[in-house]
């Protein structure tokens, strides 16, 4: 059983800061931000991943982390997931540590997505956005480790079939760029992973 102590942020933060991050800059492209947002459990570590309702423009129904496009009054890109995730799920960013930022992705929606990870205390007075979240979804970090959660599956999409990397919760299956910013981010654990 792992905790979100310190050590534990600590060395997210040291990995995080000790990597030269990937940027991605594509001008046609418009840029976004989530926030993989992690919290402490019953002595657990855990992610908070959000299912999107059905009515949002893109990825309707999909499992994702909260988040959103850049607006020009944010400045900056974790302004943008700070923003979103208040809007959101109502995390105040006066509650959130921000530890640092994953490598940008590309999503088949062609945005460009920076993730930023970040901690905050739990359990918490959540305020939902019935019109773009469907369901708040909290898995425990040492599960999503667990290699039998991780698999592959062909989606359609527009009459194009594609395979795409996966993870399952019970009946909730994280795929397309959350699951690849997850896969990076757990990546990024090994020392962890081990103990």
Known sequence: MKTCENQFIDEIQDILSARKRKVIDHPPFPHA????PLFEKEGECHLLFTKRSNQVKYHKGQISFPGGMFDQE?????????RESFEEVGLKEGDIHLIGALDDIVTTTEFIVTPFVGLFPYPYPFRVSEVEIAELIEVPLPF??????SGEMIVSEEDQKRLVYTYQYGKHTIWGATALILKQFLGLLPAWKES
């Not at 931000?33 to 993989?36: D, I």
């Not at 944010?74 to 700070?82: E, K, M």
């Not at 999503?144 to 959660?149: A, G, S």
């Open 74 to 82: 944010d400045i900056t890109l974790d302004r943008t997931a700070l």
């Open 144 to 149: 999503l480790l667990d290699k039998e959660c």
């Open 33 to 36: 931000a989530v926030l993989v």
